[in-house]
């Protein structure tokens, strides 16, 4: 049953990458694109460093999720790219791109910091570039809560059964798999 779950998890943070690219993507149009009477930056083209990495982090983890899911509901069971160690490593790595890209993008100041880019975002919400910086900042974090939600799930359940070198999809039978050292079909009274 944690099977399901675990597929469902990932679809979601499909989704949320999905929609966090689609933010990126409008932030770095908005920023590359200025016209020159825009008050932001004076009116010259920049880009944020921060959402880029957002954006690279959100297509890993959309080709991730797709990866995994499918494994998960399909049994795929390949030695080393498909166990639970496996994905507690890609889990890892996504949760620190993740948390980085919140973390940075969530840092506020004081506008004399030269560290600070965005400000006080809650100030200027009838700006819609500044809805968008809103919301890109939510769904950073919203995607590493699943990132570490996924991260906790995967690691309690391959624990609890001893699995982290069994296939990551968490449904199988030890007499009829091929997965393992030795051969698991055997026949009684031989």
Do not use: Q
Request: proline share 4%; net charge positive; with cysteine.
């Amino acid at each position: 049953m944690i099977h399901i779950v675990r597929v469902f998890l990932y679809f979601i943070l499909l989704i949320f990458s999905a929609v966090l690219l689609a933010l990126c993507a409008v932030r770095l149009h908005y920023t590359t694109h200025l016209s020159p009477h825009d008050p932001l930056n004076g009116g010259v083209r920049f880009y944020d460093p921060i959402v880029v990495e957002l954006l690279v982090t959100s297509i890993i983890t959309m080709f991730w999720s797709v990866h995994i899911a499918r494994t998960i509901h399909r049994r795929h069971e390949h030695r080393l790219i498909n166990t639970f160690t496996a994905e507690l490593v890609g889990l890892f790595i996504l949760f620190l791109l993740w948390l980085v890209g919140a973390a940075v993008a969530t840092h506020t100041g004081n506008p004399p910091d030269v560290n600070v880019k965005w400000g006080n975002l809650s100030s200027c919400w009838h700006y819609s570039t500044c809805r968008i910086l809103t919301a890109l900042v939510a769904f950073a974090w919203l995607g590493w809560l699943l990132v570490l939600t996924l991260s906790v799930m995967s690691l309690l359940f391959a624990i609890a059964n001893k699995a982290f070198h069994d296939p990551m999809h968490g449904r199988w039978d030890r007499r009829a798999t091929n997965y393992g050292d030795v051969p698991m079909r055997t026949v009684i009274g031989r």
